[in-house]
Structures are given as C-alpha cells and as structure tokens.
C-alpha cells in the first residue's frame, strides 16, 4: 500500500500539529481516492478470481443496495431473491423462522453457525451475509 504523505504542518509544538484547512481538506481526499481505488483493484481481483458470472451474482442491484442502506438486512435481500418465505428458509437452514426473523430485523445478530447454514443455503461465503 503506497503512504500519502501529510501536509506540511504550519505549526508544531509540544502537543499539537497545525495544519492549513485547504491542505488538510487535499490530504483527506487524497486518502478518499486511495482507498477508492484499492477497493476498486480487490474487485477486479474478487472478478478475476469468481469469473464474471458468480462475481455479477453476488452484485446487488440498485435497488437492494437502496433497502440496505434504508437498513434491510443482507439475510432478507438474499432470501426475497431466492423467493422464499421466512418459514422455507428457517427450515432449509434447521433454524427457527422466529430466529431468522430476528436476524432479518437485527434483533439478533445471527451466530456463525445460523449464518453459516444461511449462506449454504444461498450458495454463498458467509461474508456475504455480514452487514
């Protein structure tokens, strides 16, 4: 990972170091675009590893992305995607539908195995299903 440099400071002492707002506000986004871009380059890798199929997959749509930020869970995208009830992923997973529904609501946040048997379900790496 490459190091941004800092701005030059316009003061230092003891306890503190000064900077200019506008270098400060230019370091910032710089960093932004840093980590844009890695995030950018492990996609491609996540691409190149998956192939184009299973990496598009794994893509929400617009619209998913959209209920996840409003704060639908990951657990109930995946499973409105498969068509399934709350009740015919419980049982697919062995887990209680009143369990899976905490979950989906973020009562719970799910053990590893519950999640686990969810993402087995759905074909998918745990990960997926971690908000």
């Keep these: 990972m490459n190091v ?21 506000s230019a370091y910032l986004g710089r960093v932004e675009d840093a980590e844009d871009y890695a995030s950018l380059a492990a996609a491609r ?27 639908v869970s990951a657990v109930a995208i995946w499973r409105a995607r498969a068509g399934l009830s709350q009740k015919a992923l419980a049982g697919r997973a062995g887990i209680s539908a009143s369990y899976l529904a905490e979950i989906e609501t973020g009562r719970k946040p799910g053990s590893v195995t519950a999640l686990g048997a969810l993402a087995r379900v759905f074909g998918l790496p745990i990960e997926v299903l971690v908000d």
Excluded: K, N, Q
């Design 4 to 24: 941004i440099p800092p701005p030059e400071p316009v003061h230092i002492d003891a306890d503190t170091i000064t900077f200019s707002r506008a270098d400060w």
């Design 45 to 71: 890798a996540e691409r190149a590893r998956l192939g184009d199929a299973e990496f598009m997959r794994r893509c929400y749509t617009a619209e998913e992305a959209a209920r996840m930020i409003d704060g």
